[in-house]
């Protein structure tokens, strides 16, 4: 039906829409919810690289744990306890009012 080419051809292409939309969009959406004082072009792109590369690290992650843990569902448990390992330890959001941010 389709070859080996145009799989992953497709497979790259929808990845890093993925990639680039979900940090886009989540940009957006802290940015207007945190309402960081000092708003320009700088500080939301240099943000959503931010997100990009801590989207690009997990997705590598993710896909080590896929080749290292032979079956799926022992896979999306230790993938599930590297997250919260990885999130016990998160500090990406500061507290505005320390004046961090300005």
């Known amino acids: 039906m389709y070859g080996a080419s145009s799989y992953?051809?497709?497979?790259?292409?929808?990845?890093?829409?993925?990639?680039?939309?979900?940090?886009?969009?989540?940009?957006?959406?802290?940015?207007?919810?945190?309402?960081?004082?000092?708003l320009n072009f700088t500080v939301f792109v240099s943000w959503c690289l931010d997100l990009l590369l801590i989207c690009l690290v997990a997705s590598s992650i993710g896909m080590t744990i896929g080749c290292i843990v032979p079956?799926?569902?022992?896979?999306?448990?230790?993938?599930?306890?590297?997250?919260?390992?990885?999130?016990?330890?998160?500090?990406?959001?500061a507290n505005t009012n320390s004046g961090y941010l300005v």
Do not use: K
């Not at 079956?71 to 959001?93: D, K």
């Open 8 to 38: 992953y051809f497709a497979r790259t292409v929808i990845s890093i829409m993925t990639f680039f939309f979900y940090p886009f969009l989540l940009t957006l959406c802290m940015i207007w919810f945190i309402g960081l004082p000092v």
């Open 71 to 93: 079956e799926s569902s022992q896979a999306i448990l230790v993938a599930n306890l590297v997250v919260i390992m990885f999130n016990l330890g998160a500090g990406l959001l």
